[in-house]
């Protein structure tokens, strides 16, 4: 596609529940990159893939988090037992060489946990 | 964590206006970029410069970066009000692959 794309754009779930964010990164970009945005932060690092394998998982927050990018595309962001301070934006990049060029960022998706 | 830390927090001009945002850091860099998100959604990349660079330039934007002070600098010449918006500096440091960004300038051009 023309850009990262991430779905769904909003996610409202209960408390513990389990949520599921999907990224497609633009086509040929071998590096992608999982950040969380609270309001009126920065954006957070949570997990770098290099192809198929995370190259960098140091900032995901606890084991309730997990991605997976099976085929060095598309990647899914999984969330276990949700907890309302996992409430925030979960953003999306990807680039074609990592950290040394621009990184390209999907709309977002907002997750709220109730 | 975040490494970088934009200076002000938020700024308001009028139209016409030049704005300069600050970012300092703390650890040795190999490129520092900036980013814009408008409404807390995407972030759209400015502009990157390379840790043996001192300045770019990208139509209205001018980025300066002193290592020696590990503090970057972004100014935006003639400012309208459609460059409302946050802008972000993100730093790659030593062997990390990952952006690391700051806390972000509310920018806020009057018309």
């Known amino acids: 596609g023309a850009g990262v794309s991430q779905t769904p754009s909003n996610k409202v779930t209960e408390k513990g529940k389990y949520v599921e964010l999907r990224c497609d990164p633009i086509s040929g970009h071998t590096a992608l990159y999982w950040y969380r945005q609270s309001l009126g932060q920065g954006p957070e690092f949570l997990i770098y893939?290099?192809?198929?394998?995370?190259?960098?998982d140091s900032g995901l927050p606890n084991d309730r988090f997990f991605a997976v990018r099976p085929e060095g595309s598309v990647s899914t962001l999984k969330i276990q037992r949700t907890e309302r301070g996992d409430s925030a934006v979960y953003l999306c990049?990807?680039?074609?060489?990592?950290?040394?060029?621009?990184?390209?960022f999907g709309q977002g998706t907002r997750l709220t946990v109730v | 964590s975040q490494q970088g830390e934009e200076d002000p927090q938020a700024l308001s001009i009028q139209e016409g206006e030049n704005a300069t945002m600050n970012c300092s850091y703390k650890?040795?860099?190999?490129?520092l970029q900036w980013y814009r998100q408008n409404s807390g959604r995407g972030l759209v990349h400015l502009i990157l410069i390379r840790s043996n660079e001192r300045e770019k330039h990208s139509g209205r934007l001018r980025v300066t970066l002193d290592t020696s002070k590990k503090s970057s600098s972004l100014l935006i010449t003639a400012s309208r009000a459609a460059d409302t918006a946050s802008y972000f500096c993100?730093?790659?440091?030593?062997?990390?692959?990952?952006?690391?960004f700051g806390s972000g300038t509310q920018l806020t051009v009057l018309p």
């Open positions: 993100a730093t790659v440091s030593g062997s990390a692959r990952q952006l690391t």
């Open positions: 893939f290099q192809g198929t394998g995370a190259a960098d």
């Open positions: 650890t040795s860099i190999n490129n």
């Open positions: 990049a990807s680039s074609s060489q990592g950290s040394l060029t621009e990184a390209f």
